[in-house]
């Protein structure tokens, strides 16, 4: 997968998950939800770290700080 790609696969991730819920219960599932899009990007970039961080830090593409922080977990998932 390419860099737009990935780039485009955790927007859409960010984008299915909602808000953070108030309500403890949800937040855990919501963790979940959010750890599970996490290992999903860090197997579209065949488990390689750097390739995920150097989507996330890419100037000019990317504003969102949500599907920032999501590539960089993913990044994180790697190791």
Same mark, same amino acid.
């Given at each position: 997968?390419? =860099?737009?790609?990935?780039? %485009?696969?955790?927007? &859409?991730? &960010?984008?299915? @998950?909602?808000?953070?819920?108030?309500? #403890?219960?949800?937040?855990?599932?919501? =963790?979940?939800?959010?750890? !599970? =899009? !996490? #290992?999903?990007? =860090?197997?579209?970039?065949?488990?390689?770290? *750097? #390739? $995920?961080?150097? +989507?996330? @830090?890419?100037? !000019?593409? *990317?504003?969102?700080?949500? +599907? #920032?922080? $999501? *590539?960089?977990?993913?990044?994180? %998932?790697? *190791?």
């Amino acid at each position: 997968m390419d =860099a737009r790609e990935l780039r %485009e696969r955790a927007a &859409a991730e &960010a984008a299915e @998950l909602r808000p953070i819920p108030a309500d #403890v219960r949800e937040r855990e599932m919501w =963790a979940e939800e959010r750890r !599970g =899009a !996490g #290992v999903l990007l =860090a197997g579209l970039a065949d488990w390689r770290p *750097l #390739v $995920l961080r150097n +989507v996330a @830090l890419e100037r !000019g593409e *990317l504003t969102d700080t949500t +599907v #920032v922080r $999501l *590539l960089l977990d993913a990044a994180q %998932e790697c *190791l």
